[in-house]
């Protein structure tokens, strides 16, 4: 792709020839600092920027007042499926097929269920939820475990999510589990490798970089398809009226699943009928709803971990923060308890009532998001007719964002940006009354957008948020969790425009004592009553 000229380059300030190559190859590890000076000198000033990136190719990074310029261009000129494919190596992978090529992923999904009506998941989901940490930390209150923060909570929200992906008993089946929760593991670095190969041998070596995925994709397919075809073949016998209605059928990713492939096929769309595509999208959702959940809940712990040893060792007065956000989650859920047998929206209050850790999770979203850009689109060929405001015409196949990473670090919108400190959230104003998934109309909504900006916003951002608040006030309830001794806080990595934080720290877990567990009864009863 050609960049217009004109346009200033970061990362081109350093002595010696190949400035434009050797900015390239710095945009490897080093993107943040370009970032911030494309940023600080441009973006500040209403100018657009151009950010090398050796991966997927160098990209105009517009000033954020523009992003409501950029929200409102449709999809036949600016793509964004184009982009997302890039940015992961989609066609590499994300088992991309003909069916799945040309589409984001199952949108009825998320906008109904797991938006509209998550709260009718709840009970699945908590239940789950304990068997999770049961069988990963155990229930002995005298032995301390030693965990592997990252791994562990990916393993955790992978079987909280299967209960309502795949239902019982596979939610419950070990190897599924496994499986599940190793595809796309390393997606960003592997699509980062991806993206540096020559075009000619992409297709033998990005497909030799991705077979483990594909293998963990098929083992998880081999152990899913019977479910799937029964219920499939269910669907069938309902569309033609020889069975009971949908309602008779479990509520989760499978049913809705197989019903909308009984309704592509009746409206000639058979490719979507098809067991393998059933099992593919299976694999997508998991990875795209597990991976980035599993990231942010482990480094909001890490951030609430270590905000609370600081505490300590200032000697500063009054509870820690660990202690503020466990007191907060005992009197909700005492409240939910008192209530959830004559209020049937008592799981929602109790998500509700959490403002506390919504603050901390607010601010690990700010500082620790995984993009470092955002709202990208890619022009198509009918985007050479167009032209952006700031920039000029552009040709075919340039990406063209928001340093989002700039915004959360402007230090004119965020005292002292670069430290993590939940109480700015704990106003009284406008930023407690910020949602944690952005949006709205809210008079920041365009300074806080960790999940993304309108047309390209993230559609699992609600289903997210509360699973991470279920999957964190279950485990302070009840379980103990510190730091190791000697425990220090590492830095943000950098691969490319991606970004990784706390993904190596290690805590210690052990269950709280007077605790008990959930009877063996549908649900759970929601943990039984604890506290
Ligand atoms: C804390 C967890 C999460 C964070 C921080 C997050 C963040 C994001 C971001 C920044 C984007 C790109 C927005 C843009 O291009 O401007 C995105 C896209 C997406 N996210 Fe999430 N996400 C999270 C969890 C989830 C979950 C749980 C799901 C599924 C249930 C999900 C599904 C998706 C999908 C399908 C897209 C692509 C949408 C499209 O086609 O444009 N995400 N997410």
Redesign the pocket.
Known sequence: SEIPNGLPWVGQDHRGPFKRSRSYLRSVFGTREMIREGYEKYSKNGRPFVLPNLFTGAEILIPPAQIDWLNEQNEENFS??D??KQFIRADYTMLLDQTTIHE??YKDA?RKN?TRRFYELLPPLAEEVEHALIGQAGTDPEEWKLIEGFKFWKRVVVQAVSSIFVGKPLCNDQSYLYYASRFNQNVMLKAGIIGTLPAFLRPILGYLIVCTDKYYHARCADITSPTIRERLNRHVEIASGKAKEVGTQPNDLLTWACADAVQAAQSGNAAKFSLDFLTRRLSL?NF??TH??GL?LNSMLVDILFASKEHGEKGLDGPTLMERVRIEIEDAYRIYCQTKDQNPNAGEVFLESLPTMEACFKET?RLR???SR???KTTTARGSQISVPTVGVVPRGIKIGVPVWGIHHDGEIYKNPFEWTADRWLDNGPMQRMPVGGGGTHEMYRSYI????KA??????F???N??KLIASHVLLHYDIELPPNAERSGHQWWGTSISYGTEAKYLIRRRQGTSVSPKTEFASWWHKTV
């Open positions: 964004i499926i982009t997302h984001r992923i998320f797991l959702m795209t709803s980035s959940t942010n979203l998001g995984f993009v955002i709202a990208m960790p999940f993304g900006y390209t916003v993230c559609p699992g951002r289903f997210a948020v699973v991470i």
